[in-house]
């Protein structure tokens, strides 16, 4: 990301990248609002060292209908997140992230 509108952004005018993870699934049944997509643990703490992402799922149909859902994953997010992970999973658990409708293409 830059702090200016130019295409050629001079070094400092940077300030910082944004992380982004995006997963895809094909899906056979009708799009909801909110979905649960599954994700390690491990993920989580790699996502906050890295200080934080954003966490994209695109859903596909069998028609090539599209939705995109996302979470924001900000480091107190994900602190919250890996400490209530910690006591439900333990360690090495997989959990569900809930995931809000960002956009429907068809």
């Given at each position: 990301?830059?702090?200016?509108?130019?295409?050629?952004?001079?070094?400092?005018?940077?300030?910082?990248?944004?992380?982004?993870?995006?997963?895809?699934?094909?899906?056979?049944?009708?799009?909801?609002?909110?979905?649960?997509?599954?994700?390690?643990?491990?993920?989580?703490?790699?996502?906050?060292?890295?200080?934080?992402?954003?966490?994209?799922?695109?859903?596909?149909?069998?028609?090539?209908?599209?939705?995109?859902?996302?979470?924001?994953?900000?480091?107190?997010?994900?602190?919250?997140?890996?400490?209530?992970?910690?006591?439900?999973?333990?360690?090495k658990g997989?959990?569900?992230?809930?995931?809000?409708?960002?956009?429907?293409?068809?």
């Amino acid at each position: 990301m830059y702090n200016d509108k130019y295409i050629n952004h001079p070094k400092n005018t940077f300030l910082g990248r944004v992380q982004i993870q995006i997963k895809g699934k094909t899906v056979k049944q009708n799009f909801r609002d909110r979905i649960k997509h599954s994700i390690d643990l491990i993920d989580l703490k790699a996502y906050e060292s890295e200080g934080g992402s954003i966490f994209v799922v695109v859903l596909i149909k069998e028609d090539f209908s599209t939705e995109i859902y996302y979470k924001e994953l900000l480091q107190l997010d994900l602190a919250r997140l890996i400490k209530k992970s910690k006591q439900k999973v333990g360690e090495k658990g997989v959990l569900n992230l809930r995931c809000s409708l960002k956009r429907r293409d068809y």
